[in-house]
């Protein structure tokens, strides 16, 4: 592989807390050990290729900023397969083990579908031969169901039965070029699968498409032998008004009532977390205690801003409740840390790709070993498990076993005759400690 993308920049290396280099990790070793794990391997940190590489920095006010030398601008395979150099020369440089792709980021669509995945079959050699020479895998891979006009109404939910078929065509595919490169995910975001307005929509129909969709997809990956993960990516809305796969609860009704829980889990999203007004260490606590926590999709939004903006995470605070929940289950593998964000449309250098993984990855490293301090002193575990004291004893006891009626309780309470005193939830007081650790 040339290297000659990033020529100014070198291998990204840890320097420690107290190193001034902006080109350095000061809190992510890759090699240091927390709660039994390599940072690499608990956090499984990856670049995505749609922001990274083929972010444009337009907005709905104006065209791209991006200064990107490495990229003609053109659609063609030649360029595509130019801009492959550039991405894992990048993604190697800052030490990222993992990478993302819609099918539509990395190979340029064609005028059929033939020529579409003639395109991607030519990119994913360039993609197999790259991941080969720098050792870096991919997470997950997904199709791009939503740019193009086609899928106005949708995909799997389109009302129009074509373009169901053309969606699952190419989702096939998308499978097939993930297994082909060693994908240890598969993820589904519904792009515009939802609705903008109940008029015009059979709700029940499209919500019965979109599960055949999915059962139809993980028959596909059960036939050709594809056994990585797939992942359900909740959003509330963006740019439909009503997302199906609004939020994580609404993820798990879907995929329970429509018995596509042994199949799927959930990709969570920060910024998206935001959109559907709930916090992320919610989307993920809810998650994981469903069993259904798989990966996540780094990122932030602006609390000014009411849209998906899709920045790179800086809050020591959001990362340490991220990691809180995710140690909790060990970690997310299969899944990951992907980062789904993108550098301000003002910081359009090439050098800035690089402050911005550096600072997710940082920001990630240090939420993960204050997490782990504050779960190796117990002081939030403990403040929990005496809070719910009442029910480990007598009648708390027996409500959880199920060996009580709503007339034993009421015997209960007429005996007694008023509950036993409250006690304080201490919030402010655990929020003083959790800064103890900052
Ligand atoms: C868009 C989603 C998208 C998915 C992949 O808001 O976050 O980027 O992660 O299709
Ligand atoms: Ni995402
Ligand atoms: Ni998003």
Request: glycine share 8%.
């Given at each position: 592989?040339?290297?000659?993308?990033?020529?100014?920049?070198?291998?990204?290396q840890?320097?420690?807390?107290?190193?001034?280099?902006?080109?350095?990790?000061?809190?992510?070793?890759?090699?240091?050990?927390v709660?039994?794990?390599?940072?690499?391997?608990?956090?499984?940190?990856?670049?995505?290729?749609?922001?990274t590489?083929?972010?444009?920095?337009?907005?709905?006010?104006?065209?791209?900023t991006?200064?990107?030398?490495?990229?003609?601008?053109?659609?063609s395979?030649?360029n595509?397969?130019?801009?492959v150099?550039?991405?894992?020369?990048?993604?190697?440089?800052?030490?990222?083990?993992?990478?993302?792709?819609?099918?539509?980021?990395?190979?340029?669509?064609?005028?059929?579908?033939?020529?579409?995945?003639?395109?991607l079959?030519?990119?994913?050699?360039?993609?197999?031969?790259?991941?080969?020479?720098t050792?870096v895998?991919?997470?997950?891979?997904?199709?791009?169901?939503?740019?193009?006009?086609?899928?106005?109404?949708?995909a799997?939910?389109s009302?129009?039965?074509?373009?169901?078929?053309?969606?699952?065509?190419?989702?096939?595919?998308?499978?097939?070029?993930?297994?082909?490169?060693?994908?240890?995910?598969?993820?589904?975001?519904?792009?515009?699968?939802g609705?903008?307005?109940?008029?015009?929509?059979?709700?029940k129909?499209?919500l019965?498409?979109?599960?055949?969709?999915?059962?139809?997809?993980?028959?596909?990956?059960?036939?050709?032998?594809?056994?990585?993960?797939?992942?359900?990516?909740?959003?509330?809305k963006?740019?439909?008004?009503?997302?199906?796969?609004?939020?994580?609860?609404?993820c798990?009704?879907?995929?329970?009532?429509?018995?596509?829980?042994?199949?799927?889990?959930?990709?969570?999203?920060?910024?998206?977390?935001t959109l559907?007004?709930?916090?992320?260490?919610?989307?993920?606590?809810?998650?994981?205690?469903?069993?259904v926590?798989?990966?996540?999709?780094?990122?932030?939004?602006?609390?000014?801003?009411?849209?998906?903006?899709?920045?790179?995470?800086?809050d020591?605070?959001?990362?340490?409740?991220?990691?809180?929940?995710?140690l909790?289950?060990?970690?997310?593998?299969?899944?990951?840390?992907?980062?789904?964000?993108?550098?301000?449309r003002?910081?359009?250098?090439?050098?800035?790709l690089?402050?911005?993984?550096?600072?997710?990855?940082?920001?990630?490293?240090?939420?993960?070993k204050?997490?782990?301090?504050?779960?190796?002193?117990?002081?939030?575990?403990?403040?929990?498990?005496?809070?719910y004291?009442?029910?480990?004893?007598?009648?708390?006891?027996?409500?959880?076993?199920g060996?009580?009626?709503?007339?034993?309780?009421e015997?209960?309470?007429?005996?007694?005759?008023?509950?036993?005193?409250?006690?304080?939830?201490?919030?402010?007081?655990?929020?003083?400690?959790?800064?103890?650790?900052?």
């Amino acid at each position: 592989m040339s290297q000659q993308h990033f020529p100014d920049v070198p291998k990204i290396q840890f320097e420690g807390p107290k190193s001034k280099n902006p080109l350095a990790f000061k809190h992510y070793n890759p090699d240091e050990v927390v709660e039994g794990q390599k940072l690499r391997d608990l956090l499984r940190f990856s670049v995505c290729y749609w922001h990274t590489f083929r972010g444009t920095g337009s907005d709905p006010f104006g065209p791209g900023t991006m200064l990107r030398p490495w990229d003609d601008g053109s659609n063609s395979v030649e360029n595509a397969v130019k801009r492959v150099g550039a991405a894992f020369e990048f993604i190697s440089k800052l030490g990222a083990p993992f990478y993302c792709f819609h099918d539509r980021d990395v190979a340029p669509e064609g005028e059929t579908l033939a020529e579409s995945n003639k395109n991607l079959d030519a990119v994913a050699k360039a993609l197999a031969e790259a991941q080969a020479s720098t050792g870096v895998k991919l997470l997950w891979g997904t199709a791009n169901l939503f740019s193009n006009p086609r899928f106005m109404h949708g995909a799997a939910t389109s009302c129009n039965a074509d373009v169901f078929a053309y969606a699952a065509a190419q989702v096939k595919k998308a499978i097939e070029v993930t297994h082909q490169l060693g994908g240890e995910n598969y993820v589904f975001w519904g792009g515009r699968e939802g609705y903008m307005n109940l008029y015009n929509t059979d709700m029940k129909r499209e919500l019965d498409h979109l599960a055949k969709f999915m059962h139809l997809a993980a028959d596909h990956a059960k036939s050709i032998g594809f056994k990585g993960q797939f992942l359900f990516e909740p959003k509330p809305k963006e740019p439909t008004k009503h997302q199906y796969d609004f939020d994580a609860a609404a993820c798990l009704n879907f995929l329970r009532a429509y018995g596509l829980l042994d199949k799927v889990k959930l990709n969570i999203e920060t910024n998206h977390a935001t959109l559907a007004g709930h916090t992320m260490q919610h989307e993920l606590e809810y998650a994981r205690i469903q069993g259904v926590l798989g990966s996540i999709d780094a990122n932030t939004g602006d609390l000014l801003l009411g849209w998906d903006t899709d920045q790179f995470p800086t809050d020591i605070y959001l990362t340490t409740q991220c990691m809180l929940v995710i140690l909790q289950q060990g970690g997310l593998k299969p899944g990951g840390v992907n980062f789904d964000a993108k550098v301000r449309r003002e910081s359009f250098e090439p050098l800035d790709l690089f402050h911005a993984h550096i600072g997710g990855m940082d920001t990630f490293a240090r939420g993960t070993k204050i997490a782990a301090a504050i779960r190796r002193d117990g002081v939030l575990t403990n403040f929990v498990k005496n809070r719910y004291r009442s029910f480990d004893t007598g009648i708390g006891q027996k409500i959880e076993a199920g060996t009580v009626t709503f007339a034993d309780l009421e015997k209960y309470m007429l005996e007694k005759g008023n509950p036993t005193p409250n006690e304080s939830g201490r919030q402010e007081m655990l929020e003083n400690i959790v800064n103890d650790y900052l």
